[in-house]
C-alpha cells in the first residue's frame, strides 16, 4: 500500500498544534543569532525543532529521500536519487543477511529503497520521533527487514559489534562533533565492518575571509539546521581519528553532468508537478497563500516563516553549489581494521 505525503495542514506541521508551532518558531531562530558553539551545545535542539518544522514540507515538495544527487544528463531527479543509494550498496557489497545501520534515517526512504533492492536487514536511528512515525509508514511492506530506534545517533543505544556496515546519506551534518558521532559507529561496527556516507562539506574554494561566501554558510546552516558546516578535510581527519581506515574519499559533485547540476531542482528548472512548487512563481504563491492562511486562521501561525527560511537555505545551496564553495556529497568508505592478535 502506498502512503501519499502529508501536506502541511491547518492542524499541525510535524504534529505540532498551532499553539507549539510558533514557540518552536522563535525558539529556533533564535538560536541562530547565538554563536556555533551554543549551537553545538543545543544541536538536539536544533535537529528536533528543524525537523518538526520542516519533514512535511520537504516530503510534499521532495519527496520520501531527503538528499541530493550528481544528476546524469537525462535523468530525472528521481531516478538519480535511487542511484546515488544503490552507489553506496555496492560500494559495501551490501546483500540479504547483513545488518546495517542507517545513520540519522530520516523518514525511511533511502533504507525502504535499499531494503527491497539488495534485502539486508537495516536499523535505522533518528532523533526525531515525528519522522520515525513516517519512517514506519512508509516501511510498512517490509517491515520484517526494517528497525526503528528513536535516540540520538552521538549515543547509539545499541552494543558493541552489531553492525555489517552502517550508511550515513547526509545527516551527520547535524553532529555537533564530528570525531565523537565516527567514533560510536565505530563502535557497533563489527570488526572488518564498512561505513559509506555523503557529508555536507565546505570545499577548498571556500574563503572565510569572503564576505559573500560566509553569508553562504550562515544561510545553509540556518535554512538546514546545522551547527556547524565541516570542511572535506575535517571530515576525512575526523574518520582516521575514529579509528577507522579511509578506503577512498571525493567530492561526488564533480560527477554533476553540467546541464544538470545537483542543484537543479532547487532552481525550479524539472518541469513536473513536484518540481512546481520549486520554482520562483511557485515560492512566490506558496508564501502568498500560507501568508492568506495564517490570516484566516486556516494554517498555523509560523507557516509561512517556515516556508521563507527554507526558501532562504535553498537559494544559499544553489550559490554554495554554483560557485564550489559547498558540496552535499563529500563520499568516503571507511573501514573498521579487523582485530590483531595480541
Request: glycine fraction near 10%; include cysteine.
Amino acid at each position: 500500500m502506498s502512503h501519499r505525503a502529508k501536506r502541511p495542514s491547518r492542524r499541525s506541521i510535524g504534529d505540532l498544534d498551532a499553539e507549539e508551532l510558533k514557540s518552536v518558531v522563535d525558539d529556533y531562530t533564535g538560536l541562530f543569532d547565538g554563536s556555533a558553539e551554543q549551537r553545538k551545545d543545543r544541536y538536539h535542539t536544533v535537529v528536533d525543532h528543524y525537523y518538526n518544522l520542516a519533514t512535511d514540507f520537504y516530503e510534499f515538495g521532495w519527496g520520501r529521500s531527503f538528499h541530493f544527487a550528481p544528476r546524469r544528463r537525462g535523468e530525472s531527479l528521481n531516478a538519480s536519487l535511487l542511484r546515488h543509494e544503490h552507489f553506496l550498496a555496492e560500494r559495501l557489497s551490501m546483500r540479504a543477511g547483513m545488518k546495517v545501520l542507517d545513520v540519522g534515517c530520516g523518514v525511511g526512504g533511502p533504507m525502504a529503497n535499499l531494503a527491497r533492492h539488495t534485502g539486508a536487514s537495516f536499523v535505522g536511528i533518528n532523533l526525531n520521533a515525528y519522522q520515525i512515525q513516517r519512517a514506519q509508514e512508509h516501511t510498512r511492506d517490509i517491515r520484517s527487514l526494517c528497525r526503528f530506534i528513536h535516540g540520538d545517533f552521538m549515543n547509539i543505544p545499541e552494543g558493541d559489534d552489531q553492525f555489517d556496515a552502517a550508511i550515513n546519506i547526509e545527516a551527520t551534518a547535524h553532529a555537533p562533533d564530528k570525531t565523537a558521532v565516527f567514533r560510536e559507529i565505530f563502535r557497533v561496527l563489527r570488526p572488518g565492518g564498512e561505513f559509506a556516507g555523503y557529508e555536507w562539506c565546505l570545499t577548498d574554494s571556500f574563503d572565510p575571509a569572503d564576505a559573500d561566501h560566509v553569508r553562504i554558510k550562515g544561510s545553509i546552516m540556518k535554512g538546514n539546521g546545522l551547527p556547524d558546516i565541516a570542511h572535506t578535510s575535517e571530515v576525512r581527519d575526523a574518520l582516521c581519528a575514529a579509528g577507522f581506515e579511509v578506503v577512498e574519499a571525493r567530492d561526488l559533485a564533480t560527477d554533476s553532468d553540467p546541464e544538470t547540476p545537483w542543484y537543479r531542482p532547487l532552481q525550479g528548472r524539472d518541469l513536473s508537478l513536484r518540481g512546481l512548487p520549486r520554482t520562483p512563481a511557485g515560492r512566490a504563491l506558496t508564501n502568498l497563500a500560507l501568508n492568506v492562511g495564517e490570516k484566516l486562521r486556516i494554517v498555523p501561525e509560523g507557516a509561512r516563516e517556515i516556508s521563507s527560511a527554507l526558501n532562504e537555505g535553498a537559494d544559499a545551496l544553489v550559490d554554495g553549489g554554483a560557485s564550489g564553495v559547498f558540496t552535499p556529497m563529500f563520499y568516503y568508505l571507511a573501514r573498521k581494521p579487523l582485530r590483531t592478535e595480541d
